[in-house]
């Protein structure tokens, strides 16, 4: 039972992730830009820690389907930052790759260190 609503959940996830990228890349301005960097930081701060605790609770498959969408979110980011950064060179475009860089930052600080914010221990 609690498996099936971990896999339901963990799958809401994934769509509203690849479904969230899309909807911020339809017409790349600097504000939707913003918005993807900082749904990559909501990403990296709240399910990069869930990724390190779920696969103990549940299986690899749930750490697989999980982790993939969220360096997508996250290389997207920072490279749609990148390119917009360099075209125009605008305060938002710049504040965005700012975002993006410290999403991923938080994804590899999240996964890797032993402290893991919300949950603070296994």
């Known amino acids: 039972m609690i498996s099936g609503l971990v896999w339901g959940i963990a799958v809401f996830l994934v769509v ?3 479904g969230g990228t899309f909807i911020f890349l339809r ?3 600097d504000r939707r830009l913003m918005r993807l ?3 990559a930081c909501f990403v ?3 399910f990069a820690p869930l990724l390190r605790v779920l696969p103990e609770k549940v299986s690899l498959y749930l750490f697989l389907i999980g982790l993939w969408p969220s360096l997508g979110v996250i290389a997207i980011s ?3 930052s990148l390119v917009r950064a360099i075209q125009t060179r605008s305060q938002y475009a710049v504040l965005s ?4 860089v410290l ?3 938080l994804f590899y600080i999240n996964t890797t260190t032993p402290w893991i914010w ?3 221990t296994y």
């Open 16 to 18: 509203v992730m690849i």
């Open 27 to 29: 017409r790349p301005d």
């Open 37 to 39: 960097s900082l749904f």
């Open 44 to 46: 990296a701060l709240a």
């Open 78 to 80: 920072v490279a749609a």
């Open 97 to 100: 790759l700012a975002l993006s």
């Open 103 to 105: 999403a991923a930052g």
């Open 118 to 120: 919300p949950y603070r």
